[in-house]
Structures are given as C-alpha cells and as structure tokens.
C-alpha cells in the first residue's frame, strides 16, 4: 500500500451514518460532543469525530437522527446486521462462536470483498479490555461464520470489520455473555510501554480529537531494536483503538507497506489515526516476528486528559498473547 494523501488509507472502522435504518445493539453510553466529521461506510475518508453516539445498552431502534457514530457502536447499519447464533457462550478455550452477516434482503451475506487478505475480521475483547483477540472466522456457502474463541467469564463485545460486495465497510458489534465467576481486572494507568514475551514495544504519540495524530510504536528484542519484522496481512503491524466508555472502534493501518521501496521491517512502525472525541483509549498492536504473531496493548488518553507521567505495563498476557500465523487467535 503506497503513501495516501490522506489519512483514510490508514484507518479503518470508523463507521458514518448513512441511510434510513440503523439498529443500536448492546452498546454502553454516548461519550462526548466533538466536531462533525466526514465519513462513509465503516472506513474512514478523512478526519472523523463523532457527535451522538445514541447507544443505550440493549437499545436497538432507529436513532433519533442520522449524525455519524463510531463504528462498532450498532449491530445493524446500512440494512446490514451481524446475527449471532446465541448471545452466550460457554467459558473455555476453543470455544466456537458462529453468527451470519444479513443484508438488506433479509439472507445471509455470501459475498465480501476482501480487506487486507481476508473478507472479514473479527475482533473480541472483553468489556473490561482485556482476551483481545483479532481472528479470521471460516465462511460456508451459506454465509455461516465460524471460529474458536477463548473465553472467560464475563461480558464480550465482538466486533465484525468487512466489505460487501459492491458496497462500503462496514464495521458492526454485538454482546456475547460467558456466564460463570467473573474476576474484574483493575483499572490501569496509562501505559506507553507494553511488555509481551521477550518483547518490548514503546509508543510515542499524542491523540487529539479531529485531528491526524502520528503514532511511532518502536519493538525491541531482549534490549536490541528489531530490524527484521515480518509481513502480516500485507503490513508491519496492525493497530486497533477502542474507547473507554463504549468500545467505540477504530482499526488503524500503518503509514506505508512492505517492498514499496521506503518502509522499513523495523525497529518503528507508523501509524496514523483520528480519534472521535477525547478521552481513554486501548491500543492493541500486533505484529509478526519470526514466525509468530504478537499482540501489545496500550491505555493511552487525548492530550487534554492525557496523565502527566506514563507508566510501563505489567508483563501480562491480553488472552491471545502470541500464536503462529497458521493458528489466527492473535492476530
């Protein structure tokens, strides 16, 4: 992927509301009031903010107006709505979700364009922000999705990243509850450092809402810069931004592309994104190195309410941590 103009060929997922109809579906609050944006489908043209979220939890009517929202916010969007199977799923690993794409004829959706190699992505995290997972579900021929998923008990948000047919992305979620003991994870400071494996990945940056921020994200091995990062669905890494509050949902896509004669497999990748408003964000990396795919996570906030120092993250897992590519719960 060349160097675009603008920031729309590096962000993806952050939905405009276009159309008649859009169902709101298990979506906590609206968070804040930014500028108008400028948006289109569940990809990202320009600079993107949002306005009124309209997402009460459990509401799935029409919103009281057609101003645009983040993606991930609606389960249903544009006559296009992400039907799971069951809304609850059995703790354990392995777990298989399934759910269909519907779309404006009331049938399952058996036709996608594909984005970055795949049709669809599939992104999990549980509310309080931690399992991150970002996989690649199978598709049979009739529009049945399936892949495992490890589960703990608590409440998921699933997030469905794809392209129709001859149509716009789209970027839909939904509520999926593991019944059993939930262990709440304690709130966490923000962290610019995150720690995965023998890795450390350090990220430099300031989100402004409205605006184009430049995110640096530099890996490091053992102490040592990592020169030689590997290609992972035509890119150095991929970065996904979820807002505290409502899990609002941005996946961001790095400046430059493998082979196109300027970027670098490291020690930086570049990325650039526009947040919706100000406030907390959870940042996920990933990135392929020696065969294996590892996820970083980061809780970063806008500059306003930025804390005045940041703090490394522990040494945790985020649920997938790091798996080989032919194994896709880590990506």
């Known amino acids: 992927m060349n160097t675009p103009t603008t920031v729309g060929a590096f962000v993806v997922g952050l939905a405009g509301v276009f159309?008649?109809?859009?169902?709101?579906?298990?979506?906590?609050?609206?968070?804040?009031?930014?500028?108008?944006?400028?948006?289109?489908?569940?990809?990202?043209?320009?600079?993107?903010?949002?306005?009124?979220?309209?997402?009460?939890?459990?509401?799935?009517?029409?919103?009281?107006?057609?101003?645009?929202?983040?993606?991930?916010?609606?389960?249903?969007?544009?006559?296009?709505?992400?039907?799971?199977?069951?809304?609850?799923?059995?703790?354990?690993?392995?777990?298989?979700?399934?759910?269909?794409?519907?779309?404006?004829?009331?049938?399952?959706?058996?036709?996608?364009?594909?984005?970055?190699?795949?049709?669809?992505?599939?992104?999990?995290?549980?509310?309080?922000?931690?399992?991150?997972?970002?996989?690649?579900?199978?598709?049979?021929?009739?529009g049945i999705w399936s892949v495992p998923l490890d589960m703990r008990p608590g409440q998921w948000r699933l997030f469905a990243d794809f392209t129709p047919a001859r149509n716009e992305g789209l970027t839909l979620g939904a509520d999926l509850q593991v019944p059993g003991n939930v262990e709440t994870s304690p709130e966490t400071p923000e962290t610019r450092t995150a720690r995965v494996d023998d890795y450390t990945v350090t990220l430099a940056g300031t989100l402004t809402p409205g605006s184009d921020a430049e995110l640096t994200l530099s890996v490091s091995q053992d102490g040592e810069p990592v020169t030689n990062l590997q290609p992972y669905l035509g890119a150095y890494g991929h970065l996904v931004a979820l807002r505290e509050g409502d899990l609002a949902y941005l996946h961001v896509h790095p400046d430059g592309a493998p082979g196109d004669g300027r970027t670098e497999p490291g020690p930086e990748v570049v990325f650039y994104a526009a947040v919706p408003s100000d406030g907390g964000y959870h940042l996920y990396l990933n990135f392929k190195h020696d065969g294996v795919v590892h996820t970083a996570a980061f809780n970063v906030a806008t500059g306003d309410q930025a804390h005045d120092a940041a703090s490394p993250a522990p040494e945790t897992n985020t649920g997938d941590g790091s798996e080989h590519e032919d194994n896709e719960h880590g990506h």
């Open 19 to 142: 159309g008649a109809t859009y169902g709101i579906g298990n979506a906590v609050g609206p968070v804040g009031s930014p500028p108008a944006s400028h948006a289109t489908g569940g990809h990202m043209t320009g600079q993107s903010t949002e306005t009124d979220a309209h997402a009460a939890h459990g509401d799935t009517t029409e919103p009281a107006d057609t101003r645009e929202i983040p993606g991930g916010l609606m389960v249903s969007q544009g006559g296009y709505t992400l039907d799971l199977q069951t809304d609850t799923a059995q703790p354990g690993n392995g777990r298989l979700v399934e759910f269909t794409v519907t779309g404006p004829d009331g049938e399952a959706v058996t036709e996608y364009e594909e984005e970055h190699g795949k049709e669809l992505h599939l992104i999990a995290v549980r509310r309080d922000f931690t399992g991150f997972q970002h996989v690649h579900p199978r598709r049979d021929r009739q």
